[in-house]
């Protein structure tokens, strides 16, 4: 009986709680687990909720929640008893109440046994005979009124459990639209059976498993039985079933349900999962529909869950899935909501979005989702014999060439090498504008303020500190641009895909490989970009070791020392720092994930179409990531600059000859040589330090800072411009093995304040960023060290 039909007063156990994954989570984690003794103190017939006691407190639930838990009641418990012909005997000095008590939990652990399962799966996958074997064909037929289709039920005993078994008809897919679907649909939602065995036909693997990312979005209990697994051997096909299983999140058994091979395992493993004895057998996971639709998926789930009665009978997210898909049955479920209006006009712009976006309406970009889900879980997983004739649509075709096992890596670092060379070539004449725009802006306001120090806060500080960065952005847009290219049109799956196996030896996901390709450009988006990682502790230790990519700021620095010191071999030394900020991330996450939790590391690495990407698309893409730049550069760099320059300009100013004594005296003077004592040791002069101090606002001040400190020491107007200037002053005052040792400072030490802010909301908490920063400096400080004393020894 159901634990909403108990009457005030009362009492009943406990014997099972159905629906969904989440719904049943919440109702266990308050009390309401199997054996358990309820009493009602409160059920009115027209009220809601019901109050209840349970394990000495008292709990309200609603009247739907109530409805899908499963209870022995007293009444019940005394009828059964004197149906029975021999009385089970009180025990001595034992109360009828006690006794009451102990008979329902007895009984309850009995009703217990018995588990619904119903078998969903494509049509002619071998649903009907693995319930014929199962069953022995103790069948009979069941029906939903209204609906032409019926199934068949039946029962048997299975490890000492009672089985009830629902053939259900075979179906594509759970729209909707055909009869069959809405039967199978209504059967799992409103019947909600205990366990759902999905049935596969192993022989087509990719249209079955379709069906089953939609039992993944219902957050069923699923156990798959992988049937005709007969056909798959006899074709010689391989297929890792306990990796499949675990990218799906549900166990796999291997039947042949004509013979019923594999049937005691199949429901072996049924039994696992209902009394959840292995926590590892199965796992909640989302299919991941890409970075638009999961947008809109969350938008409308949030939205739905407003109303609590829904969320007892759905998911929320297959309603919002399915009501973004135009399904006529969740329309009339949100119909009837409160927040209808809301809901409607949410839908409507969402689909006005991605439309927009993807060039494709909602309804197929979500079933070429869940194909590119289906696409990555196989490629990872499933081997074709050799001789299978050769697939042939545009996608394999590319796929077959891209993943190739000799051809992938080779095209992948063109790839890269290419995108990289574009950015710096295309982005040397934007750059070049931009400089020569900076520097008439400066002298045109320059030339309409009075002398004085407001003039050089304006000149100096702002305009010359904002752009210095913003010279940068034309290179950074370009690389985004490019990266959104390779993301929409689905070859940086592939790129994130073939690298998987190699970062999974240093603890992370393929997927943390795009963020950390986007740390080229600048570190802030790459940070954000780590949403993407579903694992957490991927996730975090990407954030960590993004820092370690030569961003577009450290690019001027390592110009300018590797120009002056090593000019025969500045590429060689350029290329060096990028491959020793990669090692360090490498070796640094490897660390990491000693130090982390173990979380479920796998997930599956979809597979999208290539497509054509849209302009639209790209250009949004772009922009956004330019735009997490440009706010960095218009909020915190502006801060910095004007702090730096007031540090570099006070106090005293006007009091010294020359700029450099000036700077010597200034508080940013003081704070560089209050530093000399920790970087002697490195090579450098305070001079340096001061670049430090400043990078730390953002990298790109180090070089104009450095501009401004060794400005004395040769004169202007010598041959050359400001930047040789600056380099043979540099090459005066340090070593090559101490400028060696400054490049990998700057580039390992403190990620700028932008960075650290992205780190801190990404990571979620300031202990992460403080970690980062404290952890990073040291590391900086060694590394520059071994540098400095190694370097000296060659050159
Ligand atoms: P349903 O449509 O899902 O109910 O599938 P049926 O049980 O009617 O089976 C469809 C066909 O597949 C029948 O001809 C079965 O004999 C055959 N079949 C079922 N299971 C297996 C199996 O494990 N291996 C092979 N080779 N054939 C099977
Ligand atoms: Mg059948």
Redesign the pocket.
């Known amino acids: 009986m159901k634990l909403s039909e108990l009457g005030t007063g009362e009492r009943g156990v406990i014997v099972k709680v159905s629906g969904h994954g989440s719904f049943r989570k919440r109702i266990v984690e308050m009390g309401f687990v199997r054996g358990n003794k309820v009493k009602v103190i409160l059920n009115a017939p027209l009220r809601d909720p019901i109050e209840y006691e349970i394990i000495g407190y008292k709990i309200s639930l609603r009247r739907e929640e109530a409805s899908k838990i499963e209870v022995i009641s007293e009444a019940e418990a005394k009828k059964i008893l004197t149906e029975r012909e021999a009385r089970p005997a009180l025990e001595a000095d034992e109360s009828e109440d006690a006794y009451i008590e102990r008979e329902m939990s007895t009984l309850a652990d009995a009703r217990r046994k018995e588990i619904r399962v119903a078998l969903v ?1 494509n ?8 319930f014929n074997m199962a069953s022995g064909r103790h069948e009979h037929v069941g029906n939903y009124s209204g609906v032409t289709v019926a199934a068949k039920e039946g029962d048997f005993v299975h490890g000492g459990y009672h089985f009830k078994i629902v ?1 259900l008809p ?1 179906t594509y897919s759970l729209s909707a639209y055909s009869p069959e679907e809405l039967y199978v649909r209504r059967n799992l939602i409103d019947d909600i059976p205990d366990v759902v065995i999905n ?1 596969v036909d192993a022989s087509n693997l990719q249209r079955n498993l379709y069906l089953t990312t939609q039992l993944i979005d219902m957050n069923l209990r699923v156990v798959m039985a992988l ?5 798959l051997e006899k074709k010689g096909d391989r297929l890792d079933i306990k990796q499949l299983g675990y990218l799906l999140g549900m166990p796999i058994v291997p ?4 013979v019923g091979e594999g049937l005691e395992a199949l429901f072996d493993k049924v039994i696992q999962i209902y009394e959840n004895s292995d926590p590892h057998l199965a796992r909640h996971i989302h299919i991941n529909h890409g970075a638009e639709l999961e947008h809109s998926i969350d938008r409308l789930k949030v939205l739905i869950q407003k109303n609590q009665d829904i969320r007892d009978k759905y998911s929320t997210r297959f309603l919002a899935i399915k009501y973004l898909e135009n399904d006529k049955e969740v329309e009339a479920v949100v119909e009837g909501l409160p927040n209808r209006d809301e809901i409607i006009s949410a839908r409507f712009q969402e689909h006005q979005r991605i439309s927009d976006l993807l060039n494709s309406n909602v309804e197929s970009a979500l079933v070429d989702a869940k194909y590119a889900f289906v696409q990555g879980a196989l490629a990872e997983t499933y081997e074709p014999y050799k001789g299978q004739k050769k697939r042939n649509t545009i996608t394999d075709k590319i796929d077959a060439l891209v993943t190739n096992k000799w051809a992938a890596f080779p095209l992948f670092f063109l790839v890269l090498y290419l995108v990289f060379d574009g950015t710096f070539v295309v982005g040397e004449y934007p750059m070049r504008w931009i400089e020569a725009l900076v520097s008439q802006v400066g002298a045109f306001v320059s030339s309409l303020m009075a002398d004085g120090w407001f003039k050089d806060l304006v000149v100096d500080g702002v305009i010359g500190g904002v752009g210095s960065v913003l010279v940068f952005l034309p290179n950074i847009l370009l690389l985004y641009f490019f990266i959104s290219l390779l993301e929409d049109s689905g070859y940086m799956a592939r790129a994130a895909f073939i690298m998987d196996r190699l970062m999974h030896k240093i603890g992370l996901h393929g997927k943390s490989f795009i963020p950390m390709i986007m740390g080229f450009g600048c570190n802030v988006p790459a940070i954000m970009a780590t949403r993407t990682i579903e694992s957490p502790k991927s996730r975090l230790i990407t954030t960590l070791i993004i820092p370690f990519m030569s961003c577009a700021g450290r690019m001027p620095v390592y110009i300018l020392i590797a120009g002056a010191f090593f000019p025969k071999n500045a590429g060689l030394v350029l290329m060096g720092m990028y491959a020793l900020g990669i090692l360090v991330a490498i070796v640094a996450a490897k660390i990491f994930s000693h130090f982390f939790k173990e979380d479920d590391l796998q997930f599956v690495m979809e597979l999208p179409p290539y497509r054509v990407p849209t302009a639209k698309s790209i250009f949004r893409h772009t922009w956004e990531k330019g735009k997490q730049y440009l706010q960095k550069m218009s909020g915190i760099i502006l801060i910095c600059s004007v702090v730096i320059w007031f540090l570099g300009y006070f106090p005293d100013h006007d009091r010294y000859q020359s700029a450099q004594q000036q700077q010597e005296h200034s508080f940013i003077g003081y704070v560089g040589k209050a530093m000399e004592p920790v970087l002697k040791p490195l090579g450098f002069d305070w001079r340096m330090g001061v670049g430090i101090v400043a990078g730390v606002g953002a990298k790109e001040l180090v070089v104009s800072t450095l501009g401004v400190m060794y400005a004395d020491d040769e004169p202007v107007g010598a041959s050359g411009a400001d930047d040789t200037r600056l380099q043979r002053a540099l090459i005066k005052s340090v070593t090559p093995a101490g400028a060696l040792a400054y490049m990998v400072f700057i580039l390992l030490y403190f990620p700028c304040i932008a960075t650290f802010i992205a780190i801190r909301n990404e990571a979620g908490g300031w202990k992460w960023a403080i970690l980062t920063a404290v952890y990073t400096i040291v590391l900086a400080w060694i590394m520059a060290f071994a540098t400095f004393h190694l370097a000296s020894l060659f050159i």
């Open positions: 799966g049509p002619n996958c071998g649903k009907t005979s693995l053939d075979g049935v049937n005709m697994y007969d056909e039947t042949v349900s004509r």
